[in-house]
């Protein structure tokens, strides 16, 4: 172990629970799996921790010989008497139910998307018909030589509206027929201590589904990686959010701008996040869009979760509603928009 104990090999602390040693440990894995480029050696020290440390009976043994050790270089603080600690194994938070109307984006997206319908297929030639008789009819009192240039700009514009209305159209049936109307690629993790990422995918359908445009994907990996390496990403037009499912205990969030966490206004070590890192690698793959991070966290155990409102940094964590106000505001900007070229390439990432 070169000196390293358990705890800080996988990088929680003592009191950690299940869920944040297990995520812990498949975050590092990633990292340091042989087939990812690691250490043999680093990962089998990495896998002897998780497997004693998941394991009741091994963990309180190795507990025991830390305070053993601990009693030997200095008084051990006692713990304070009805302190509660790790996460209840029998809880599971519920997803708050959001009153449209007091979401902003809600009704302002449809709008957005029924105006850009008229673009579609059925409506484009009437507005293409009246754009050119605007251009045509109210300058044919200005003389021979100003129709006839008003003429040629007019004929300009319509032909460009008409173009733009073809290569519209054209995308969205290869949108239809490459992807037959499918708007979630992907899976949440079926395991029982990844109930969070199943939350966030409800969250995701029940009201990000809203944006015409909006597609959603779970599980995705990093360019020329293997692993699940994000939770959750949704795209709509060139605007993508890459998302991790968090399951915390109780508390105040927050992340600094260099991705550091806080937990009641201490750095956190019972949980971590690869976002920072993840928006380097999108950013790379695909140039021109824009990309930002979010961290859903739910309470382990019943208490409430409060984050730091400032949600430009890295990673910031939100609660479930923060999420859809804030997120949904954003990929509302182009909320019927599909760019095929970026659904493309983020499907690819799927694993």
Same mark, same amino acid.
């Given at each position: 172990m070169r000196g390293e104990g358990y705890y800080d090999?996988?990088?929680?602390?003592? *009191?950690?629970? %299940?869920?944040?040693?297990?995520?812990?440990?498949?975050?590092?894995?990633?990292?340091? *799996?042989?087939?990812?480029?690691?250490?043999?050696?680093?990962?089998?020290?990495?896998?002897?921790?998780?497997?004693? =440390?998941?394991? #009741? =009976?091994?963990? +309180?043994?190795?507990?025991? @010989? =830390?305070?053993?050790?601990?009693?030997?270089?200095?008084?051990?603080?006692?713990?304070? #008497?009805?302190?509660?600690?790790?996460?209840? #194994?029998?809880?599971? +938070?519920?997803?708050?139910?959001?009153?449209?109307?007091?979401?902003? /984006? /809600?009704?302002?997206?449809?709008?957005?998307?029924?105006?850009?319908?008229?673009?579609? #297929?059925? *409506?484009?030639? @009437?507005?293409?018909?009246?754009?050119? =008789?605007?251009?045509?009819?109210?300058?044919? %009192?200005?003389?021979?030589?100003?129709?006839?240039? /008003?003429?040629?700009?007019?004929?300009?514009?319509?032909i460009w509206l008409v173009r733009q209305h073809l290569e519209m159209a054209r995308a969205e049936r290869a949108v239809d027929e490459e992807f037959a109307g499918e708007v979630v690629f992907g899976s949440p993790g079926s395991e029982p201590d990844q109930w969070g990422e199943r939350l966030t995918a409800e969250l995701l359908e029940r009201y990000l589904t809203r944006l015409p445009g909006a597609r959603i994907f779970h599980g995705l990996a990093w360019p020329g990686s293997v692993f699940a390496d994000i939770d959750h990403a949704v795209l709509a037009g060139r605007r993508l959010v890459l998302i991790e499912s968090k399951t915390w205990l109780p508390g105040h969030y927050a992340a600094d701008e260099y991705g550091e966490l806080w937990r009641d206004n201490r750095r956190f070590r019972g949980g971590a996040t690869q976002l920072p890192e993840a928006l380097d690698a999108f950013r790379a793959l695909l140039p021109g869009a824009e990309i930002r991070g979010a961290l859903i966290v739910y309470p382990s155990r019943t208490g409430a979760i409060t984050t730091d409102e400032d949600f430009d940094v890295p990673a910031p964590p939100m609660t479930p509603d923060q999420f859809v106000q804030v997120i949904g505001d954003w990929l509302a900007a182009e909320p019927a928009r599909v760019d095929l070229r970026l659904l493309r390439k983020v499907r690819d990432q799927v694993v």
């Open positions: 090999l996988l990088g929680v602390d003592r *009191h950690a629970s %299940m869920a944040e040693i297990k995520s812990a440990y498949r975050q590092k894995a990633r990292t340091v *799996h042989p087939d990812a480029g690691g250490s043999p050696d680093d990962f089998q020290a990495l896998r002897q921790a998780y497997e004693v =440390l998941v394991d #009741p =009976l091994q963990r +309180a043994s190795y507990d025991r @010989a =830390l305070d053993r050790a601990a009693a030997t270089a200095g008084p051990v603080r006692a713990r304070r #008497p009805g302190r509660r600690l790790g996460e209840d #194994p029998s809880f599971t +938070a519920e997803l708050p139910v959001l009153d449209p109307d007091a979401l902003e /984006w /809600w009704d302002a997206a449809r709008e957005k998307a029924r105006a850009g319908d008229r673009a579609a #297929p059925g *409506h484009a030639p @009437a507005a293409l018909l009246l754009a050119w =008789l605007l251009l045509v009819v109210l300058p044919i %009192m200005a003389g021979a030589l100003a129709v006839a240039v /008003w003429l040629v700009l007019a004929s300009a514009v319509a």
